[in-house]
């Protein structure tokens, strides 16, 4: 990676406080264009505050030496930022309207909404990628379908698609297989790895060991509010790293280049 290449992403020495509490304390991260990285932590850890932080619903306490860029600028439009950063979480599930169709989830992407409201205009040449999205995922049978007539891993997958219609920099995953079932997770990690493999970033943020695909190559580990490690994948998933990181002694399996608690 050049030096004069900006980083997707870079947290720097930020605080952010929620109802009254510091919910991340000095927290420093860099990622670059490109990059596959897993955020692990346990529950209460304070990985859905950094989601929002670099989503721009949480903002952090403004003091010397603390910064937040992402692609080497500090100060954006969020209706510029979002394309460059798909994002897939279970709150953006809950959010959707779910007697809205398929398409209309994946095209409502665009507009940044739950769904197509009555006044957005849909081009004909968005329509296009939709639809082409849905190829690429294997999901074309799911642009008429109802949200509220899929399974759990059928809507996670239109929430992957609405996030690629824009052809992101990277994507970010929030605890994306929580609530699917085997069949459904084993797909979702399958889709996790096709788009890494295809040169988008992948960022995953999770607790779940199983989540991490082999194409990910360094894991940071988070507790507390604060990283408390940050390396490559071998190094950081071992028995003693993570019986520290979740408190309690821990076992370690590896097959396929997965791993398993």
């Not at 927290?27 to 859905?48: D, M, T, Y």
């Not at 959010?95 to 398929?102: H, K, M, Q, R, T």
């Not at 989830?105 to 849909?122: A, D, K």
Request: proline share 5%; net charge neutral.
């Amino acid at each position: 990676m050049s030096l004069l290449t900006p980083a997707l992403l870079e947290l720097k020495n930020i605080q952010v406080m929620r109802g009254g509490k510091v919910v991340l304390d000095d927290f420093n991260l860099r990622i670059h264009a490109n990059e596959h990285v897993a955020i692990l932590g346990p529950n209460g850890c304070g990985k859905s505050t950094l989601i929002k932080t670099i989503t721009r619903e949480c903002y952090p306490v403004i003091r010397d030496g603390a910064r937040i860029s992402i692609l080497g600028r500090e100060s954006w439009n969020v209706f510029e930022l979002r394309p460059l950063l798909g994002i897939v979480s279970n709150d953006l599930m809950a959010w959707c309207n779910s007697e809205s169709v398929g398409l209309d989830i994946v095209l409502s992407g665009f507009f940044s909404s739950s769904h197509i409201f009555p006044n957005h205009l849909v081009l004909p040449e968005q329509r296009e990628l939709a639809q082409s999205v849905l190829a690429q995922l294997e999901i074309p049978h799911l642009a008429e379908r109802p949200v509220s007539e899929m399974s759990s891993g059928e809507a996670k997958r239109i929430l992957i698609a609405r996030a690629l219609v824009h052809q992101p920099k990277a994507l970010l995953f929030d605890e994306p297989s929580n609530s699917l079932d085997f069949h459904a997770q084993h797909s979702l990690r399958r889709t996790m790895s096709l788009l890494a493999k295809s040169g988008i970033g992948i960022i995953l943020v999770t607790h779940d060991l199983a989540d991490i695909v082999p194409e990910i190559t360094r894991v940071v580990l988070m507790s507390k509010g604060r990283i408390i490690a940050d390396g490559h994948k071998e190094e950081m998933l071992r028995e003693e790293p993570l019986s520290k990181l979740f408190g309690m002694k821990v076992e370690i399996g590896r097959k396929d280049g997965y791993y398993h608690l």
